[in-house]
């Protein structure tokens, strides 16, 4: 069984962090958590105001006063992805989000994120393009992390030929 997670994070750059996880489980369940960065002790404070404006629309200052911290993060997602063989995300950043926050909590994580064209891989008479082109076929991402999740999870489901019910 696999599950999807995506993250959004503060910007695209090596001194960007992510700001929130969300993962969508094989029952078609989801969760996110917006992380605050100033429960980072890496002194998380790189900002790309295009990204809060025109991408995920979170504030630093909503992450401030509704995040939950690093550690309650990754206990959390340590305590809900155990469970599963295969943790995919869409991007190489989302492994580089994991590492930076699994960083700053100090933890590893419990289970391994596997970047989806690498997992396909190992599907016969599917690949990475066919992924893509069901994201396009269902339009433009949201780009909060929870409905980001669900948006990969439909994607994959509807190459792999499985049923899928994510709520809304």
Known sequence: MWVTLDFEASGLSDASYP???????????????????????????????FAEKEIHGISRQQLVTQGVSVLDVCTHLNNALCYYDDVLCDSQWDLFWLGRLYKAAHMRPTFTLTEVGHWLRDKEGVCREDFLSALDALGPAPHRAEPDAQYIRRALSSILKEK????S
């Open 164 to 167: 899928v019910h994510v709520s």
């Open 19 to 49: 700001i929130e996880v969300g993962y969508c489980l094989p029952d078609g369940n989801s969760i996110s958590l917006i992380i605050n960065p100033d429960s980072s002790p890496e002194g998380w404070q790189y900002w790309d105001e």
